[in-house]
């Protein structure tokens, strides 16, 4: 079946970077645009950005841009997302999420969610 | 960036109730808003995209409608399973924006 499956638990120091792994599997990973969106606690869902995985093109949330870099690797299906500058209020839910088609962005598949927290 | 207001933030009802959530936009996004619910603890499923096609799988008791500046969500018969959380998020521009999310509860 069609799914999206991220990289575990991450703790880290103030100031530090993390870099968390989706990998796709069921469908075509050239063929939908992959997000990433995050929820620290008790907080609304933010969207980071996208990537083509089709050809690496991205869009980031101008909030995050210079700290956040997704990238892909086609040879495994896999889309990462790096986050630098690490602070306290980037202690998060990470997701990655496809997008549902070329129409709507929707998000229909989403990963199991990574969480990230950061320390001093 | 667009915001995004969700009413109500929680809500209690019965079984077989008639519920609606609505998210009014800070500007128009006529009918580019997504509806999504979470369980705790695990990852949204899409329920509605385009403002008022349901995903495939989803029951028909859920419901979107609405275009511009207000748009709303209804459950027309309230089922135990529904208990979640529901978060609208608009497309129209980047970023991408969701509503806090309305909580749903069984009275």
């Known amino acids: 079946q069609m799914q999206l499956v991220q990289s575990g638990a991450e703790v880290k120091k103030t100031g530090s970077s993390v870099k968390i792994s989706c990998k796709a599997s069921?469908?075509?990973?050239?063929?939908?645009?992959l997000h990433w969106v995050r929820q620290a606690p008790g907080q609304a869902f933010e969207w980071m950005g996208w990537i083509t995985p089709f050809n690496g093109n991205t869009n980031y949330a101008q909030k995050l841009q210079g700290r956040v870099t997704i990238t892909r690797d086609r040879s495994i299906n896999t889309a990462y997302m790096e986050l630098s500058s690490l602070r306290s209020e980037d202690t998060a839910m990470y997701f990655c999420?496809?997008?549902?088609?070329?129409?709507?962005?929707?998000?229909?598949?989403w990963g199991q969610g990574t969480m990230v927290t950061v320390s001093s | 960036d667009i915001q995004m207001t969700q009413s109500p933030s929680s809500l209690s009802a019965s079984v077989g109730d008639r519920v609606t959530i609505t998210c009014r936009a800070s500007q128009d996004i006529s009918n580019y808003l997504n509806w999504y619910q979470q369980k705790p603890g695990k990852a949204p499923k899409l329920l509605i995209y385009d403002a008022s096609y349901l995903e495939i799988g989803v029951p028909s008791r859920f419901s979107g409608s609405g275009s511009g500046t207000v748009l709303t969500f209804t459950i027309s018969s309230l089922q135990p399973e529904d208990i979640a959380t529901y978060y609208c998020?608009?497309?129209?521009?980047?970023?991408?924006?969701f509503g806090q999310g309305t909580k749903l509860e069984i009275k």
């Open positions: 069921g469908y075509t990973f050239t063929s939908r645009l």
């Open positions: 999420a496809r997008s549902k088609g070329s129409g709507p962005v929707a998000f229909d598949i």
């Open positions: 998020q608009q497309y129209d521009n980047v970023p991408y924006t």
